[in-house]
């Protein structure tokens, strides 16, 4: 709504001029409304939010996996800078993808559920390449047995994500750190 405008009112359209300013406002409200109600929220709630109408929603992202592949770039992102840092550790970055599921678990959903579509694998492909980095490290450190691959601690990744998903906010943390006390039992040499 436009500022001033009164309660009800229809927003002004401002045509092609503000696409950009709408497809930023998209991906945040998507950010937000995904960690808040999970991947399969209501794609109406995403347009709402960003105060947009869903027409707006359908001309930048077609559907529901396309908003999410925007939406979670920037996770991705985080987890690059966090992984090119030569000091850092694969349990940092595990830390952080367990950080970023426990604060959104439609990221993991995400990556585990569309994994073959060919706009959400070049995104799972980018995390096993830095889990496949950082591997090596935590072999030579005997925090993993030398048969552990990437793809296995993704999949990992996964079932951790998919348990916080299902457990109530306020026990999350507790319950990953739990549930990676257990993996990482299993995973060592």
């Keep these: 709504m436009e ?6 009112a229809r927003r002004q359209n401002r045509g092609p ?8 406002a998209l991906v945040a409200a998507a950010r937000e409304v995904f960690a808040a109600d999970g991947y399969e929220a209501p794609l109406s709630a995403v347009a709402r939010r960003a105060g947009v109408g869903q027409g707006s929603l359908y001309r930048h992202f077609p559907d529901r996996v396309s908003l999410a592949v925007a939406a979670f770039a920037e996770n991705v992102s985080l987890l690059e800078d966090l992984a090119a840092r030569p000091d850092s550790t694969l349990d940092e970055c595990l830390d952080l ?9 439609a990221f993991m959903d ?3 559920g569309h994994a073959g579509d060919p706009r ?3 995104i799972a492909e980018r995390v096993t390449a830095i889990l496949a980095r950082k591997l090596p490290g935590a072999q030579d ?3 993993f047995g030398p048969e552990v691959r990437p793809e296995d601690l993704l999949m990992c990744i996964g079932m951790v994500s998919g348990l916080i998903a299902k457990t ?6 507790e319950t990953a750190e739990r549930a990676w006390a257990l993996l990482r039992r299993a995973l060592a040499p």
Excluded: H, Y
Excluded at 3 to 8: E, F, R
């Design 3 to 8: 500022k001033g405008a009164a309660p009800g």
């Design 17 to 24: 001029s503000a696409a950009a300013e709408n497809r930023a």
């Design 97 to 105: 993808l367990t950080e970023q599921a426990i604060a959104s678990a």
């Design 110 to 112: 995400m990556l585990s």
């Design 120 to 122: 959400v694998a070049p």
């Design 141 to 143: 450190a005997g925090r």
């Design 168 to 173: 109530p906010d306020g026990i999350r943390r």
